[in-house]
C-alpha cells in the first residue's frame, strides 16, 4: 500500500498570509505513461464532507478559488493557499490514486492566528 | 446529489445495508465509491464499484466482509455490511468518481454521509 504522509499535522496562520501543507508518498504516484501525478487534495470543514480542491497534483477543481494551488511531482507535493481567508479553516487531506487501495493523507488541520 | 441513509446502531457481528441515491449525472457512466470517517479521525476509502459494475474493488479492512453494488434502473448505489466490527464505526461517505475510468480515481462530489455505530 501507498503511504501518504503529511506535515505538519497543523498549521496556524495569520489572515492574508500564505499557507503552505506538503505530502509524501512512500513510492512515486508519477506515471510514466501519461507524466501525472496521481494525487489529489481535499478540504474537509467542520461539520462537511470533504471538497475536491486539486487533482493530478496541480488542476484547480471548478469552483475554487484561484488562491489555491497544487504543486510537486513524484513522491513530494505541496499545497499552497496564496492568502488565507477565515473560510479557509479546515481539514486539508492528500489523496492517491496511483493504485488500489487508495489512500488518504492523516490530515492537516489549518487554524486561524 | 447523492443522498446516504440506512445508518444507525449496529451490535458486534450484525449486518447492515447502506443505499445511496444519486441525481443530477449519468449515473451508469461513473464509478461509485464507499469512503468512511471514524469519529474524530481521518478519511479511509471502503470500496469501489465501476459505472457497469462489473469491477469492485475493496481495502483489506472489509474485504469479505462487505459487498458494493449498483442499481442503474434505480440510481442507487450499496453496500452491504457483514459481520460488523467496532472498528467499522464511521460515517460512510457515497462519493462519486471525478474522472469516467472504470477504477477508483479522484472523487469530485461527495454526500453528506450517514453514520454507523457498531456497539452492545
Known amino acids: 500500500d501507498i503511504v501518504m504522509t503529511q506535515s505538519p499535522d497543523s498549521l496556524v496562520v495569520s489572515l492574508g498570509e500564505r499557507a503552505t501543507i506538503n505530502c509524501k508518498s512512500s513510492?512515486?504516484?508519477?506515471?510514466?505513461?501519461?507524466?501525472?501525478?496521481?494525487l489529489a487534495w481535499y478540504q474537509q470543514k467542520p461539520g462537511q464532507p470533504p471538497k475536491l480542491l486539486i487533482y493530478?497534483?496541480?488542476i484547480r477543481e471548478s469552483g475554487v478559488p484561484d488562491r489555491f494551488s497544487g504543486s510537486g511531482s513524484g513522491t513530494d507535493f505541496t499545497l499552497t493557499i496564496s492568502s488565507l481567508q477565515a473560510e479557509d479553516v479546515a481539514v486539508y487531506y492528500c489523496q492517491q490514486y496511483y493504485s488500489t487501495p487508495i489512500t488518504f493523507g492523516q490530515g492537516t488541520r489549518l487554524e486561524i492566528k | 446529489q447523492l443522498l446516504e441513509s440506512g445508518g444507525g446502531l449496529v451490535q458486534p457481528g450484525g449486518s447492515l445495508r447502506l443505499s445511496c441515491a444519486a441525481s443530477?449525472?449519468?449515473?451508469?457512466?461513473?464509478?461509485m465509491n464507499w469512503v468512511r470517517q471514524a469519529p474524530g479521525k481521518g478519511l479511509e476509502w471502503v470500496s469501489s464499484i465501476s459505472g457497469s459494475g462489473d469491477r469492485t474493488y475493496y481495502a483489506d479492512s472489509v474485504k469479505g466482509r462487505f459487498t458494493i453494488s449498483r442499481d442503474s434502473s434505480k440510481n442507487t448505489l450499496y453496500v452491504q455490511m457483514n459481520s460488523l466490527r467496532a472498528d467499522d464505526t464511521a460515517v460512510y461517505y457515497c462519493?462519486?468518481?471525478?474522472?469516467?475510468?472504470?477504477?477508483?480515481?479522484?472523487?469530485?462530489?461527495w454526500g453528506q454521509g450517514t453514520l454507523v455505530t457498531v456497539s452492545s
Open positions: 493530478w497534483a496541480s
Open positions: 462519493v462519486k468518481e471525478g474522472t469516467l475510468a472504470a477504477k477508483p480515481y479522484y472523487f469530485d462530489s
Open positions: 443530477g449525472f449519468t449515473f451508469s457512466s461513473y464509478a
Open positions: 513510492q512515486s504516484v508519477l506515471y510514466s505513461s501519461n507524466n501525472k501525478n496521481y
